[in-house]
């Protein structure tokens, strides 16, 4: 590929994730590529669906870190969020995760700006790499203001950026 550059574009930069929804990797059959670096449709298996997954505004972040060692690149994504009051429904929620983390996640977030991106599936991998590492904190508080919830780290590792996703979620 060849270097093409790079226009700055003027407007907002505004950060962080206001939504995010994921599905089991089973759930996918395939993404269709657009243009250029982007999917425009989710083509999932029968009654399948993406779930979305709320929280408090600027608790929910996606983040790439590209890295080469012998050769080969390595891109790092990682989605970390915050479900609100630490107990039983947190609780819940957090555990499906873990349970679907051993047969595959594929992710959307979704931007404050609204692009969305795919995460857990790739040109060169497809659902091969959607198999993430999940960490994170439960905890009370301590004070009176203290927040109280879990936050859930899910971790991928692939060889390609996160293409972006133009189409419709299926929900």
Known sequence: MALAGYTKTCGKTTSGVNSLYLTEKANVTSFTKGTDRDYTAATMVALAV???YEFDQDQCEFKET???ANNAVTVTQVIEFHLDKMGKLAATAVSEIIAAVYCGII????S?????????YCEEQLKERAYPT???EATTGKALGDASGET????WTTTEK???YSGVIPV
């Open 50 to 52: 993406f779930k979305k």
């Open 66 to 68: 590209v890295a080469m």
């Open 107 to 110: 992710a959307i977030p979704k």
């Open 112 to 120: 404050t700006l609204g692009t969305q991106f795919v995460v857990g």
């Open 134 to 136: 999940i960490g994170g």
């Open 152 to 155: 859930v780290t899910l971790t």
């Open 162 to 164: 996160a293409y972006t």
